[in-house]
């Protein structure tokens, strides 16, 4: 089967002045060109790679002197060949440089070199990026990054998804009336009744004093709707014509929505309530009034009684790893806000990036959120997931300022949102390591050895060995180190001054707890010397506990509630001589929260998010299997994302069960149905860890996401499928034991989602907050009866083809019936906006 995948060219323009020269060497523009050759190395999992320069100048390129460095998603083999080698750096980072052999590059000759890769590489997310050239004795000054280009591969051993597969995928949604009105998410009861609500630019909005907020929230929605706010009055209510914001006994997040010829009631005990029915007043708006501005809005009259199922509802978004502007994250929020999400869970800090400013500690900025060339991590981190080697640009450098940031919080509070921190601790902390790491070399060379060492955050003596999942081999906090413990609480404590002034609600901080590696602190003095003298202690996995019990108490002291990934709640030991991770009952009781994602089928934790509710821990689910929105859509290689927790469509966010995912888990990690085995022995959700189960979280990861467009084509659609899901309760389908009317409860729902997706919501975000960046799905194609067929993900999209061999446009022929030509058919699926799909080909 042959498929178009990604080659990677790089143009290396020397003679350009971004990239330093000996004076001695000569100016020559050289190609670097990668290629996947096979997925099936050696019969093993792994795939072989082929990276060929080629000299493109006048002179030679010279055998020695220089390194070409790039990152690449995928653990590549260290390898010489051709007078060339292969290693790894750090983190991502990988360097290829000439070796004994090498030859100089005569004009228009070239040289190739194989080296294999852990792993498949599914797409262009697998291949190496961020390339750039260092010559070994100038400084540098800047340089020229990678472009794309495309080339074909063969490559049995893969089953891409196909058009037919797309088809048949798409087949079960078919055209159908959306009922009007129609909210995403479903509310609890909507009843439609007698008459019409005529809305404009004029209508007032009367509220009650505690509502003052909300009512200014909508006020500003009507610049959104009509071009100008919507008059308030706190006076008593005209109702004729008007919106009425009306306090009564409802509890909590719950609302009344009544929709009358003469008048619009939203009543609710709390801000949060009346915000919410402001949702769900504002989802009955046709999607082409974002767009227009003008005239006046008819509404049909229902009385809508509602309240969520889930208190948390939440999106995590890494801006560590690549950063997202203050813009950006406000459009987020916006885009939250209307699928009614109240938590935004932040993670700010990782071993790639520290982005919020702490008044306390201007190097964790200063170096922390700076990423580039030179690679000794004193003035700033190095290059990872395509960064390139100059600082200062977005996605790999950038922060919030505190100014910034108190800006998002408030936006957020006028939203009903919480954000929630996430001080990635005690892994996943290179960040801060190297920024603590300048400020001890700042005051030792001041003389002032107290305060160097006051929050430094490793030991210096460490001789400690270990590779994180991502290939870090210097990313761990020493927990021994009493000075982590004061960096920790003036973090903190910088944080809560923040949240203070935005007058923000802060509750928990989220600590981290993922991913310390096997071989952590196994180096360090500074650790054996506290398992001496602790006989609570015995080894160092009992650092682990130590670490998170002084944490809590930081954070109890100052009145709140620890939140950290599910391996806070784990303990280590041993079976049959074995490794294993184990539900710790000995912290159950201590009030965390745990975000958990580990459910994986065939990674033998399928039931850890139940067994650590059932346990006591209350549980944020948070499942790779469905919710990890950076996982690519589909098996295939135009896709952006990665794919180690497998695929995530559209609907994986919309069929997960959350007190009983077993049942309907349709695929493994590698995408392949789900065996009917793979759950036997797995323990079920009890009663007592129903009371447990918290919340719903989507989290988006950020190691592929270089502009804010990546970050919403990952998104968007599938946060609406979390947020029926967060909001709305179990649908008949996900409850019912037969098994047949459950396969047709869902398609039947299922088919009703897409339809208003397709026909309302997608159409309304081309528009809402200057329209958001969403992934339109390709046509399925497929030959019935000698004749093209093709439907689309989302009914109500409109697919244009040409059958001449050109792209098509909006201007193409609306696909309207079968296609009597079957071969040279080209398809796209086109939005209200103008935006389109990739191109399906026949």
Same mark, same amino acid.
């Given at each position: 089967?042959? +498929?178009?995948?990604?080659?990677?060219? !790089?143009? /290396?323009?020397?003679? =350009?002045? @971004?990239?330093? &020269?000996?004076? *001695?060497?000569?100016?020559?523009?050289?190609?670097?060109?990668?290629?996947?050759?096979?997925?099936?190395?050696?019969?093993?999992?792994?795939?072989?790679?082929?990276?060929?320069?080629?000299?493109?100048?006048?002179?030679?390129?010279?055998?020695?002197?220089?390194?070409?460095?790039?990152?690449?998603?995928?653990?590549?083999?260290?390898?010489?060949?051709?007078?060339?080698?292969?290693?790894?750096?750090?983190?991502?980072?990988?360097? +290829?440089?000439?070796?004994?052999?090498? !030859?100089? /590059?005569?004009?228009? =000759?070239? @040289?190739?070199? &194989?080296?294999? *890769?852990?792993?498949?590489?599914?797409?262009?997310?697998?291949?190496?990026?961020?390339?750039?050239?260092?010559?070994?004795?100038?400084?540098?000054?800047?340089?020229?990054?990678?472009?794309?280009?495309?080339?074909?591969?063969?490559?049995?051993?893969?089953?891409?998804?196909?058009?037919?597969?797309?088809?048949?995928?798409?087949?079960?949604?078919?055209?159908?009336?959306?009922?009007?009105?129609?909210?995403?998410?479903?509310?609890?009861?909507?009843?439609?009744?007698?008459?019409?609500?005529?809305?404009?630019?004029?209508?007032?909005?009367?509220?009650?004093?505690?509502?003052?907020?909300?009512?200014?929230?909508?006020?500003?929605?009507?610049?959104?709707?009509?071009?100008?706010?919507?008059?308030?009055?706190?006076?008593?209510?005209?109702?004729?014509?008007?919106?009425?914001?009306?306090?009564?006994?409802?509890?909590?997040?719950?609302?009344?929505?009544?929709?009358?010829?003469?008048?619009?009631?939203?009543?609710?005990?709390?801000?949060?309530?009346?915000?919410?029915?402001?949702?769900?007043?504002?989802?009955?708006?046709?999607?082409?009034?974002?767009?227009?501005?003008?005239?006046?809005?008819?509404?049909?009259?229902?009385?809508?009684?509602?309240?969520?199922?889930?208190?948390?509802?939440?999106?995590?978004?890494?801006?560590?790893?690549?950063?997202?502007?203050?813009?950006?994250?406000?459009?987020?929020?916006?885009?939250?806000?209307?699928?009614?999400?109240?938590?935004?869970?932040?993670?700010?800090?990782?071993?790639?990036?520290?982005?919020?400013?702490?008044?306390?500690?201007?190097?964790?900025?200063?170096?922390?959120?700076?990423?580039?060339?030179?690679?000794?991590?004193?003035?700033?981190?190095?290059?990872?997931?395509?960064?390139?080697?100059?600082?200062?640009?977005?996605?790999?450098?950038?922060?919030?300022?505190?100014?910034?940031?108190?800006?998002?919080?408030?936006?957020?509070?006028?939203?009903?949102?919480?954000?929630?921190?996430?001080?990635?601790?005690?892994?996943?902390?290179?960040?801060?390591?190297?920024?603590?790491?300048?400020?001890?070399?700042?005051?030792?060379?001041?003389?002032?050895?107290?305060?160097?060492?006051?929050?430094?955050?490793?030991?210096?003596?460490?001789?400690?060995?270990?590779?994180?999942?991502?290939?870090?081999?210097?990313?761990?906090?020493?927990?021994?180190?009493?000075?982590?413990?004061?960096?920790?609480?003036?973090?903190?404590?910088?944080?809560?001054?923040?949240?203070?002034?935005?007058?923000?609600?802060?509750?928990?901080?989220?600590?981290?707890?993922?991913?310390?590696?096997?071989?952590?602190?196994?180096?360090?003095?500074?650790?054996?010397?506290?398992?001496?003298?602790?006989?609570?202690?015995?080894?160092?996995?009992?650092?682990?506990?130590?670490?998170?019990?002084?944490?809590?108490?930081?954070?109890?002291?100052?009145?709140?509630?620890?939140?950290?990934?599910?391996?806070?709640?784990?303990?280590?030991?041993?079976?049959?001589?074995?490794?294993?991770?184990?539900?710790?009952?000995?912290?159950?009781?201590?009030?965390?929260?745990?975000?958990?994602?580990?459910?994986?089928?065939?990674?033998?934790?399928?039931?850890?998010?139940?067994?650590?509710?059932?346990?006591?821990?209350?549980?944020?689910?948070?499942?790779?299997?469905?919710?990890?929105?950076?996982?690519?859509?589909?098996?295939?290689?135009?896709?952006?994302?990665?794919?180690?927790?497998?695929?995530?469509?559209?609907?994986?966010?919309?069929?997960?069960?959350?007190?009983?995912?077993?049942?309907?888990?349709?695929?493994?990690?590698?995408?392949?149905?789900?065996?009917?085995?793979?759950?036997?022995?797995?323990?079920?959700?009890?009663?007592?860890?129903?009371?447990?189960?918290?919340?719903?979280?989507?989290?988006?990861?950020?190691?592929?996401?270089?502009?804010?467009?990546?970050?919403?084509?990952?998104?968007?659609?599938?946060?609406?499928?979390?947020?029926?899901?967060?909001?709305?309760?179990?649908?008949?389908?996900?409850?019912?034991?037969?098994?047949?009317?459950?396969?047709?409860?869902?398609?039947?729902?299922?088919?009703?989602?897409?339809?208003?997706?397709?026909?309302?919501?997608?159409?309304?975000?081309?528009?809402?907050?200057?329209?958001?960046?969403?992934?339109?799905?390709?046509?399925?194609?497929?030959?019935?009866?000698?004749?093209?067929?093709?439907?689309?993900?989302?009914?109500?999209?409109?697919?244009?083809?040409?059958?001449?061999?050109?792209?098509?446009?909006?201007?193409?022929?609306?696909?309207?019936?079968?296609?009597?030509?079957?071969?040279?058919?080209?398809?796209?699926?086109?939005?209200?906006?103008?935006?389109?799909?990739?191109?399906?080909?026949?």
């Amino acid at each position: 089967m042959k +498929l178009t995948f990604l080659i990677l060219s !790089l143009v /290396l323009a020397i003679s =350009s002045p @971004v990239v330093a &020269q000996p004076k *001695t060497s000569p100016l020559v523009p050289i190609e670097l060109e990668w290629t996947l050759l096979t997925n099936n190395f050696n019969k093993e999992f792994k795939a072989l790679n082929q990276l060929k320069l080629t000299n493109m100048g006048k002179k030679a390129f010279p055998a020695t002197g220089w390194t070409i460095y790039f990152s690449c998603s995928r653990e590549a083999v260290p390898t010489s060949s051709n007078g060339l080698r292969i290693e790894h750096v750090n983190g991502d980072l990988y360097r +290829l440089f000439p070796v004994e052999g090498a !030859l100089p /590059l005569k004009r228009g =000759s070239s @040289v190739s070199f &194989q080296y294999p *890769t852990i792993g498949h590489s599914l797409n262009h997310s697998a291949a190496p990026n961020g390339i750039y050239l260092v010559w070994d004795k100038e400084p540098m000054k800047g340089y020229n990054l990678a472009g794309i280009k495309h080339g074909r591969f063969s490559d049995t051993t893969i089953n891409y998804i196909t058009q037919e597969d797309l088809y048949a995928k798409y087949a079960s949604a078919t055209l159908q009336p959306i009922k009007s009105p129609a909210i995403i998410p479903s509310p609890v009861s909507l009843v439609e009744a007698n008459g019409f609500f005529s809305f404009d630019a004029q209508t007032t909005i009367f509220t009650d004093q505690a509502f003052g907020s909300e009512a200014n929230y909508l006020s500003q929605q009507g610049i959104r709707l009509f071009g100008k706010a919507l008059p308030v009055s706190s006076a008593s209510p005209d109702r004729k014509g008007s919106i009425l914001l009306k306090k009564n006994n409802l509890s909590g997040e719950a609302y009344e929505l009544s929709v009358q010829p003469d008048g619009v009631t939203i009543s609710a005990g709390t801000g949060a309530g009346i915000f919410y029915g402001i949702q769900s007043f504002q989802a009955m708006i046709p999607a082409i009034q974002w767009k227009n501005k003008t005239g006046s809005i008819q509404f049909q009259s229902v009385e809508v009684k509602d309240a969520p199922r889930f208190g948390f509802r939440s999106l995590m978004i890494d801006i560590a790893r690549n950063f997202q502007p203050k813009q950006e994250l406000l459009r987020m929020l916006d885009l939250m806000s209307i699928y009614k999400l109240n938590a935004l869970h932040l993670h700010f800090n990782d071993d790639e990036g520290w982005r919020i400013e702490m008044p306390s500690f201007p190097e964790l900025t200063a170096i922390g959120s700076q990423r580039g060339h030179p690679l000794d991590s004193k003035n700033n981190l190095p290059p990872s997931y395509g960064a390139g080697p100059a600082t200062g640009k977005l996605s790999a450098s950038g922060f919030y300022s505190r100014a910034d940031f108190i800006e998002i919080l408030r936006y957020a509070k006028a939203r009903h949102i919480q954000i929630i921190p996430e001080i990635e601790t005690p892994g996943h902390a290179r960040a801060a390591i190297k920024s603590m790491d300048a400020r001890y070399r700042k005051f030792m060379r001041e003389g002032k050895r107290e305060e160097a060492l006051k929050y430094l955050l490793r030991d210096t003596m460490d001789q400690s060995k270990y590779s994180t999942a991502q290939a870090w081999t210097d990313n761990v906090m020493c927990v021994a180190l009493p000075s982590v413990y004061t960096f920790i609480e003036q973090v903190v404590d910088d944080i809560r001054g923040i949240y203070k002034e935005a007058d923000a609600t802060l509750t928990t901080i989220h600590m981290g707890g993922d991913e310390v590696p096997a071989g952590a602190w196994e180096g360090s003095p500074e650790c054996k010397v506290l398992i001496e003298k602790d006989p609570s202690l015995e080894n160092v996995d009992d650092l682990w506990y130590y670490y998170f019990t002084k944490v809590q108490k930081i954070l109890e002291q100052r009145g709140l509630k620890l939140s950290g990934w599910e391996e806070v709640g784990m303990r280590k030991t041993k079976l049959q001589g074995q490794p294993k991770l184990i539900v710790n009952p000995r912290l159950a009781n201590e009030g965390y929260r745990l975000h958990v994602w580990n459910n994986m089928v065939g990674w033998g934790n399928e039931d850890l998010p139940y067994r650590l509710a059932n346990a006591g821990y209350k549980v944020i689910l948070s499942p790779v299997s469905n919710y990890y929105f950076d996982m690519s859509y589909l098996r295939a290689p135009e896709e952006p994302g990665y794919y180690w927790g497998g695929f995530t469509d559209a609907d994986k966010p919309f069929y997960f069960i959350p007190y009983d995912y077993f049942r309907n888990t349709k695929e493994d990690a590698a995408g392949n149905p789900v065996k009917t085995d793979a759950f036997v022995g797995k323990d079920r959700l009890t009663d007592f860890g129903k009371s447990n189960i918290v919340g719903l979280q989507g989290l988006i990861w950020s190691e592929t996401l270089r502009s804010e467009a990546n970050l919403e084509y990952m998104i968007l659609p599938k946060l609406l499928g979390l947020s029926e899901r967060a909001w709305s309760k179990d649908p008949e389908w996900a409850t019912t034991a037969d098994a047949v009317k459950a396969a047709e409860g869902y398609a039947a729902d299922w088919n009703r989602f897409v339809n208003q997706v397709g026909q309302q919501e997608l159409p309304k975000l081309d528009y809402y907050a200057g329209g958001f960046a969403y992934r339109v799905p390709p046509p399925g194609m497929k030959i019935e009866n000698g004749k093209l067929l093709l439907n689309v993900q989302f009914p109500g999209m409109k697919i244009r083809y040409t059958t001449d061999g050109s792209e098509p446009t909006e201007k193409s022929l609306e696909y309207t019936g079968p296609i009597n030509q079957q071969k040279g058919v080209k398809a796209k699926v086109f939005t209200s906006s103008g935006r389109s799909s990739r191109t399906s080909s026949w």
